[in-house]
């Protein structure tokens, strides 16, 4: 049996194609594995995270404060900056401070708290949010009373923004004028 070998050019160009396969897949390999290295660094993103968090709790702190529209003493707002320049010259810390919380209200019946709610909304629509911050309960506390003061017709919800915002109807000013009236006999 008689094998014919091609022609030396026909070897000498599939071993160059073949050369040529594995070095252009060897420079490929190179280019994407230090392409995937360029993201960013993990340190970073745990480092943006707590300034995140940090920013946050500062909104919401910031919120609080709108929310009870007291005057401040200049000592209290002297100290407050103090300790806010200090936090901002802290070392990153791997775990956050957690935030002091305010003392919660006391336990009231639904009345009780849905009064306190339909007072706080008769100077300015309120998110939920601010109620949740203001009253000290949970988030499905707050949710649940305000759709039922909703159901009630007490306040009226405005779905046009969101968060949604939430202000007292007619009905609800005489709930409350009901309540602040003193009983004549």
């Not at 802290?90 to 401070?97: A, D, I, L, M, Y």
């Not at 919660?104 to 708290?113: E, K």
């Not at 046009?160 to 007619?170: A, C, G, L, M, S």
Request: charged share 30%; net charge positive; proline share 6%.
């Amino acid at each position: 049996m008689l094998i014919e070998i091609p022609d030396p050019q026909i070897i000498a160009s599939v071993i160059i194609a073949f050369v040529v396969g594995i070095f252009g897949m060897t420079i490929y390999n190179k280019i994407r594995s230090f392409s995937a290295q360029k993201g960013m660094d993990p340190s970073y993103l745990s480092r943006l995270e707590y300034y995140e968090r940090q920013l946050i709790d500062m909104k919401i702190r910031m919120d609080a404060l709108d929310l009870e529209e007291t005057k401040v003493p200049a000592p209290v707002i002297e100290k407050v900056e103090a300790v806010l320049e200090k936090k901002v010259e802290e070392p990153v810390r791997k775990e956050p401070e957690r935030p002091v919380s305010k003392p919660r209200m006391p336990n009231m019946d639904f009345n009780g708290i849905a009064e306190h709610v339909l007072g706080l909304i008769t100077t300015k629509e309120m998110t939920s949010r601010d109620i949740q911050i203001t009253i000290g309960r949970s988030r499905e506390h707050t949710s649940r009373l305000m759709k039922r003061l909703f159901e009630d017709g007490l306040v009226e919800r405005n779905t046009k923004k969101k968060p949604f915002t939430y202000k007292i109807t007619e009905k609800g000013r005489a709930r409350l004028g009901n309540l602040e009236s003193p009983i004549t006999v």
